[in-house]
């Protein structure tokens, strides 16, 4: 089976270029809200040379990059688009693994046995999304999940990398030992100071010393090195159980209010707690992320006596957290996390005290009142009171509900000003209807 | 004033819009917006998203006088909403 990584090209920048002329062939840089501080979280092309990178300040963007076009992200678009091309890699074969937003594996079976029939049909793809997106894709071609991955990134924009196991080992093995995909710069650093300074370095690495130094995880990372990987690549359709579900948001401004700290989070349980229900988890593990002004991150977690998806038993083991471990410091990021996950079927209770039953009741209804009208139609009344100072929740964006005049007007060609009738719109995009 | 243009309005506009209903497909043809009708030259993007039951179906598009904007379309209410403006001026100038 040859296997395919398809990795979308400055996604989100791109994304914004093709659909508006006007940015193209300028530097774009897709962040939040670009009139408040926030991160950068996507660059294009243009913009990499001045050194803008994903994750960098907005601050520290504008100070490199003063000349870019900053556009405020829209998530929604990115996923919507995403699932489109998802679409698209279904029609060239049914083994599709969405491996993030912007990335997915393609699975090719009888009808790619070399990898040149394999590439060629990459290059199909490639055609295929510029003519239907107007955008560039890198692809990376292999005879596993690694070798696709790895060769994905060799050559981009608009790459094609098509490498079998010699050819891996000849693009591969001279390069830096961080270019290994899950050598991160901690592992990369504790290798060179055993010698290991590039990827053919740890494929001729004794395996006592990989053992005895990483453990495990010592032999497969040499087996990577060597181009072999083994991972069965899982179609989306027949996807894997989540490990966690979690969400988190970097706060409009530095916040030391605990009651603001504490409506945002009650907001994030909320939506944890409403995703595990409608993917049918419970959960047993909360873990808190606390970022401060200074980059300072913390994560603490607490185990649950029994499984949950309800917000009202997510909600105080956070806040306890939050009380326990937060010195006082502004804080930058909250974020909330259930792991330990299982399917809500098999760790039911078996019986229901009278009270549970009714508060379930009132949770289902709840729910299917958000299926039907969308995740702002019903929210706890703790998130709304500190709403306007925090701000960034999404539940989902507003849209207008203004009655509007609806004149008979069948030309457009004689419109009447009608003055003050944009609406702004704010911040908060959680904004109840 | 922090240096980089903040290219686009976000906006939530109700606009009238003339459009196509063709083979299953919506197209904007173009729309009143602050008193004046923009031609739509080409749809250079098309999305959805889910609200609740409803898809609202979002789309990119170039005018004729090379601005740029996104509309979406509620089936809802069968209304559109103009979400994002790019015209080179500011909502004063006219």
Redesign the interface.
């Known amino acids: 089976m040859m296997i395919l990584l398809v990795d979308m090209d400055a996604f989100f920048a791109s994304?914004e270029q093709?659909?508006?002329?006007?940015?193209r062939g300028k530097p774009v840089?897709v962040c939040g809200d670009?009139?408040r501080r926030g991160v950068v979280t996507a660059a294009s092309y243009e913009a990499r040379p001045s050194g803008v990178r994903a994750g960098m300040r907005l601050?520290e963007?504008?100070r490199l990059?003063?000349?870019?076009?900053?556009?405020?992200g829209d998530p929604?678009?990115y996923v919507?688009?995403s699932l489109?091309l998802l679409d698209l890699y279904t029609r060239y074969s049914p083994d599709v693994e969405p491996f993030s937003v912007d990335e997915a594996f393609v699975g090719l079976g009888p009808e790619a046995p070399t990898l040149e029939r394999a590439a060629e049909i990459a290059r199909a793809i490639q055609r295929e999304i510029d003519l239907r997106?107007?955008l560039g894709a890198s692809i990376g071609v292999g005879p596993n999940k690694l070798v696709a991955k790895m060769a994905s990134g060799v050559e981009k924009p608009r790459g094609l990398t098509a490498l079998d196991p010699e050819g891996f080992r000849d693009v591969f093995w001279p390069r830096d030992i961080q270019t290994m995909w899950g050598v991160g710069p901690k592992l990369a650093e504790r290798m060179r100071s055993l010698g290991i300074k590039t990827v053919g370095d740890l494929a001729r690495a004794p395996l006592p010393l990989l053992k005895s130094e990483f453990g495990i995880i010592g032999p497969q990372l040499r087996e990577c090195a060597w181009g072999e990987d083994d991972t069965p690549l899982v179609p989306y359709h027949r996807g894997l159980d989540a490990k966690s579900m979690g969400h988190e948001v970097t706060l409009a401004e530095d916040c030391d209010d605990r009651a603001s700290l504490e409506g945002t989070l009650l907001r994030l349980s909320d939506q944890v707690a409403r995703r595990m229900r409608g993917e049918g988890y419970v959960g047993r593990t909360v873990t808190l992320k606390l970022r401060d002004h200074r980059f300072v991150t913390v994560l603490r977690q607490r185990v649950l006596p029994d499984f949950t998806a309800e917000a009202e038993r997510i909600y105080p083991v956070a806040r306890t957290l939050l009380n326990a471990n937060w010195n006082g410091a502004a804080v930058r990021l909250l974020g909330v996390s259930v792991s330990e996950l299982a399917r809500s079927g098999e760790a039911k209770q078996s019986e229901l005290f009278a009270s549970e039953d009714r508060s379930q009741r009132l949770r289902e209804a709840l729910d299917r009142v958000?299926?039907?009208?969308?995740?702002a139609?019903v929210v706890p009344l703790g998130t709304l009171v500190h709403r306007r100072r925090l701000s960034h929740v999404p539940f989902?964006?507003?849209?207008?509900r203004?009655p509007?005049s609806?004149k008979p007007?069948a030309s457009?060609?004689a419109?009447?000003?009608?003055?003050g009738?944009?609406?702004?719109?704010g911040r908060d995009s959680g904004d109840p209807p | 004033m922090?240096?980089?243009?903040?290219?686009?309005?976000?906006?939530?506009?109700?606009i009238?819009v003339?459009g196509a209903f063709l083979e299953g497909r919506i197209q904007p043809l173009?729309?009143?917006w602050?008193?004046?009708?923009v031609r739509v030259r080409k749809v250079?993007?098309q999305?959805?998203?889910r609200?609740?039951?409803?898809v609202?179906r979002?789309f990119?598009v170039?005018s004729a006088a090379?601005e740029?904007y996104?509309l979406?379309y509620?089936p809802r209410s069968a209304?559109w909403?103009l979400?994002r403006a790019?015209t080179?001026r500011s909502?004063g100038q006219g």
């Open positions: 994304v093709a659909h508006h002329p006007h940015l840089i670009p009139g601050q963007a504008r990059c003063p000349d870019a076009e900053y556009v405020e929604a678009k919507g688009l489109q997106f107007g958000r299926d039907r009208l969308g995740e139609s989902g964006m507003p849209q207008a203004t509007v609806r007007d457009l060609g419109p009447a000003a009608r003055p009738r944009s609406a702004r719109r | 922090v240096p980089g243009n903040n290219v686009f309005e976000s906006l939530s506009d109700p009238d003339i173009r729309f009143r602050q008193g004046r009708v250079t993007g999305w959805s998203r609200e609740g039951q409803t609202l979002y990119a170039e090379g740029s996104e979406c509620d209304s909403i979400s790019w080179g909502r």
